[in-house]
């Protein structure tokens, strides 16, 4: 059974940061492609960031560019969102999820966790 587990969420001030982290069991992690989606209340769930398996690729979304970052350890079958400059519009419940490529589309992930609560006061 496929699990992925994200903690790391809270409550930070702007201009704040976060490191967020999902633990995936159940798959071969190190063969698949994670990414980070957010989805605040009464939005669609959107892309944040996705890294590659292999030699990691990464692709981020114009709204957190040069502030998030996207990273791996295969070894620990974890990945790690880092997030700096926080904005109130960061406030969301933030989801992992796997899928075997890469992609900013949601709908093509097959695995996703339960997600974590960040929120960013002004």
């Known amino acids: 059974q496929v699990q992925l587990v994200e903690s790391g969420g809270g409550l930070v001030q702007a201009g704040g940061s976060l490191r967020l982290s999902c633990v995936a069991s159940?798959?071969?992690?190190?063969?698949?492609?994670m990414g980070w989606f957010r989805q605040a209340p009464g939005k669609e769930r959107e892309f944040v960031a996705a890294?590659?398996?292999?030699?990691?690729?990464?692709a981020y979304s114009d709204a957190v560019k040069g502030r998030f970052t996207i990273s791996r350890d295969n070894a620990k079958n974890t990945v790690y969102l880092q997030m700096n400059s926080l904005k109130p519009d960061d406030s969301a419940i933030y989801y992992c999820?796997?899928?075997?490529?890469?992609?900013?589309?949601?709908?093509?992930?097959?695995?996703w966790g339960q997600g974590t609560q960040v929120t960013v006061s002004s």
């Open positions: 159940g798959l071969p992690f190190s063969r698949y492609a």
């Open positions: 999820a796997a899928n075997q490529t890469p992609s900013n589309y949601y709908r093509s992930y097959d695995y």
């Open positions: 890294i590659s398996w292999n030699s990691p690729r990464s």
